[in-house]
């Protein structure tokens, strides 16, 4: 398994940006895919998660929650973060990683997933 994030960039406080996952191997389906992010001088963070399950539920961080949405699309094998209302606090490099049959309840726990990209940085200026 290997994954490619990709979509950051330099955006403008309330401007907004589409992150892509892009995940090769088999089986993508099976993935519970999450995106955490980690700003200078700061652990890296959750920030949203959906699950491989055919419902897909999501989940996320209470400091994006009405701002971020996560999707998936299993025919191109992509997760996608689309971030509206950018802050300046959400500069970081973004990380998408990926656990085979994750639940929801451990979307958040970094721990569990095996697999993780390279990242791709997101700057909000003010």
């Keep these: 398994v290997q994954l490619q994030a990709s979509g ?3 955006v403008q406080a309330g401007g907004s ?20 992010r980690q700003a200078p001088g700061r652990e890296r963070e959750f920030v949203s998660a959906i699950t491989w399950r055919s419902t897909a539920s999501a989940d996320y961080a209470e400091s994006v929650k009405g701002r971020f949405t996560i999707s998936r699309d299993n025919a191109k094998k992509t997760v996608y973060l689309q971030m509206y209302s950018l802050r300046p606090e959400d500069t970081a490099v973004y990380y998408c ?30």
């Design 8 to 10: 950051g960039g330099l």
């Design 17 to 36: 940006l589409r992150l892509s996952c892009q995940f090769s191997g088999r089986a993508f389906s099976g993935y519970s895919i999450g995106w955490f």
């Design 97 to 126: 990683a990926a656990s085979q049959r994750l639940d929801s309840t451990y979307l958040r726990d970094q721990d569990l997933y095996d697999y993780w990209g390279q990242g791709t940085l997101v700057t909000v200026s003010s």
